[in-house]
């Protein structure tokens, strides 16, 4: 019998393990089932070069949880360990075992799926044992071997009469981990950790329902029959080749990720490199509402098809956080800090080759099949629009496929629409107005009136639309984004000829004085306007700048720091060439004047949506009173 100290240079590693290895306790299970993994291909690999002359086989990873005797026992059927391999890989700590095999083999071995790398993996058991067991009978022609330590550096190892080849870890739960013990528990963390595993992994046994054999009456029970519970699929869709799987695979692979989903997919890209880096996977686009908060965090993060983490911030960009899926890469150096992952190298090229895969794939989507990805756009449109504001290099890629719909839904391209508009929304100092509204609904009467002068009427409404707008007009000629009701159209879209007024200056000053009076207390700045004597009498307007700041703000930066909080400024747009206007300024009798004033000024604000509460319901009354 050999007893011995675990050779490593902190006498006390044991409660630097408990307290701050790994903050999440829970991941004992995926380290140990990672070795067992690893044990199996390694065995796996020796086989098949001929190096181990032993019958491979079907192997498969078995967990058990004994309640009462308070253990969990993890089970392989790899390729174990010689007495003096386990004082070499186990008591060395720190030495990766898993490492020094990629080395040897390092030809062949390459793509063999090992996972282990850090040498510390196995003493994550005492984060939550007290005591750990190992027993261990290699393919090779040696006695088992048996292990045991008790969370100090001291350990025992003996020969063991183990004939199965493989290894048998033992873990003793310690009082204050016993929640591991519950079945339940330990379900859910194979379900987290260890679902898309390579090697089968048993847990238990499930009842499944067989065929009701012929002639069985109506009511006679189905006959069940109690089978092997494995937990996980082996082969996950995204280590298969994008030429294997059809349409039909990507969706299944989608709800085994998400099987509390019911909403399908819009489409995938399969991502598959290994050069310069190691990376594959496979991203949905999911439909996305205009919460841009609660989509994130579903895309989970594999390192050889052991789930990692579902936080993949500084690995993709943030405007891709918002789509679904696995990426899968040992490439990714997970044991440092977030904040340093992004100035990785690595991690970098990783980052700007899925935003080129995901640009790609756009590209060709809205190539080959416009009409579907026009009836798509609303659903992406954020991904998109947030790709370009945050990536200039999608920007560029982008801006050929971005669509930009009308409120009739015809869906243009930033050059198509230029071209269209050209003719009709060049203003005199030759540039060209993009008129748009938020909301056809209520901004209706301005779409109209802008429909009425042949004018296109854009609808933007994602909520991060107003920082593109920003980042259009500075990247692009000549251009400039007006909402509908900003101004009154002749001063959105200026051109040569100018509206004659009907009313003198003189008049002009009356008329101001009266309208003053009477709407004084409202806020509304007056502007009085020679317009078409068919356009709207009253209009109230909201200034491009302001309302967009204001936007940019709420939604996030880009705008000027404490705008959010500024009061909404609007204007009032008076039509001097309006029939009523001249009524307004010829009436003699100062509360007819008055009364016009004030229902025309409700009226414009009824159309803005800004008619509520008491100066409603006076509205109202007022109006009964004039139909009567
Ligand atoms: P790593 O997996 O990063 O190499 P670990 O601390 O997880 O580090 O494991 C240390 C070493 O112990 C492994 O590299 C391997 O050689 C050996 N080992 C651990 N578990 C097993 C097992 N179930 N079967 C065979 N060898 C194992
Ligand atoms: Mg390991």
Redesign the pocket.
């Known amino acids: 019998m050999a007893t011995g100290k675990i050779n490593v240079s902190v006498e006390n590693i044991f409660p630097l393990i408990k307290k701050f290895l790994y903050s999440d306790h829970e991941i004992f299970l995926r ?2 089932i ?3 993994t ?2 199996t291909l390694k065995l796996k690999h020796l086989t098949s070069i001929g190096e181990a002359k032993v019958e491979y086989g079907n192997p498969k990873i078995e967990i058990k949880v004994d309640k009462e005797g308070k253990k969990i026992h ?1 089970i ?1 059927q ?4 010689t007495e003096g ?1 386990v004082q070499k ?2 008591n060395e700590v720190a ?7 990629l080395d040897k083999y390092k030809d062949s071995a390459k793509d063999s799926g090992i ?9 994550s058991a005492f984060m939550v044992a007290e005591k750990v067991e ?1 027993i ?1 009978k290699s393919y090779k022609e040696e006695p088992a071997a048996h292990w045991t330590c008790d969370g100090s550096p001291n350990f025992t190892l003996v020969k063991a009469d183990k004939e199965e080849r ?2 048998e ?1 033992i873990l003793h739960v310690a009082e204050d981990s016993t929640e591991f013990l519950e079945d339940a528990k330990i379900s859910e963390l194979l379900t987290k950790y260890n679902k898309f595993m390579p090697i089968p992994i048993k847990f238990g046994t499930k009842t499944e329902t067989l065929p009701k054999p012929e002639g069985a009456k109506e009511e006679d029970p189905a006959p069940t029959k109690e089978v092997e519970n494995i937990i996980n699929n082996p082969t996950p869709a995204w280590t298969k080749q994008p030429s294997e799987l059809k349409e039909e695979d990507y969706k299944g692979f989608y709800r085994e990720l998400y099987p509390t989903q019911f909403e399908e997919p819009l489409f995938n890209i399969h991502l598959n490199v290994d050069y310069p880096f190691n990376l594959t996977g496979i991203l949905y686009f999911p439909k996305l509402t205009n919460d841009l908060n609660v989509q994130k965090d579903k895309i989970q993060l594999y390192q050889n098809q052991v789930f990692v983490t579902d936080n993949v911030e500084g690995i993709v960009p943030e405007f891709l956080t918002m789509l679904r899926g696995v990426i899968d890469s040992p490439d990714i150096p997970l044991n440092v800090s977030r904040s340093y992952l992004q100035a990785d190298g690595a991690v970098k090229k990783i980052s700007s080759y899925i935003t080129r895969k995901v640009g790609d794939k756009l590209a060709s989507l809205f190539k080959n099949d416009r009409e579907e990805f026009e009836a798509k756009w609303n659903d992406i449109k954020i991904v998109i629009e947030y790709g370009m504001l945050s990536e200039d290099k999608f920007f560029e890629k982008a801006d050929k496929f971005a669509l930009y719909p009308t409120v009739d839904e015809a869906y243009f391209t930033f050059e198509e629409l230029q071209e269209k508009l050209k003719a009709n929304q060049t203003d005199k100092d030759d540039k060209l107005v993009i008129l748009y509204a938020s909301d056809k609904v209520a901004q209706h009467s301005y779409i109209e009136a802008a429909k009425a002068k042949g004018y296109e009427v854009l609808l933007l409404d994602s909520p991060i639309i107003s920082h593109l707008m920003q980042k259009l007009e500075t990247s692009k000629e000549n251009i400039s984004f007006a909402r509908v009701d900003a101004d009154h159209l002749d001063n959105l879209i200026k051109k040569e000829e100018e509206q004659i007024s009907k009313l003198s200056d003189e008049e002009k000053e009356t008329l101001k004085k009266d309208l003053e009076e009477t709407i004084k207390d409202k806020g509304y700045t007056i502007q009085l306007e020679a317009m078409d004597s068919s356009a709207s009498p009253f209009v109230i307007t909201e200034p491009e700048f302001m309302r967009r700041m204001k936007e940019m703000q709420q939604s996030g930066g880009g705008g000027m720091f404490g705008m959010g909080n500024m009061p909404e400024m609007y204007n009032l747009i008076v039509n001097t060439n309006h029939e009523l206007v001249s009524e307004i300024l010829n009436t003699k009798t100062a509360k007819k004047k008055e009364r016009l004033i004030s229902q025309s000024l409700d009226l414009a604000r009824l159309s803005k949506g800004l008619l509520k509460g008491e100066e409603l319901t006076n509205f109202i009354k007022r109006s009964y009173e004039m139909v009567k």
């Open positions: 380290e140990l990672s070795n067992a690893d044990a993890i392989d790899g390729l174990g360990m391999e890989y186990i030495f990766s075992g898993a490492e020094e095999f996972i282990g790398h850090f040498g510390l993996g196995f003493y190992i261990t493989g290894t870890i």
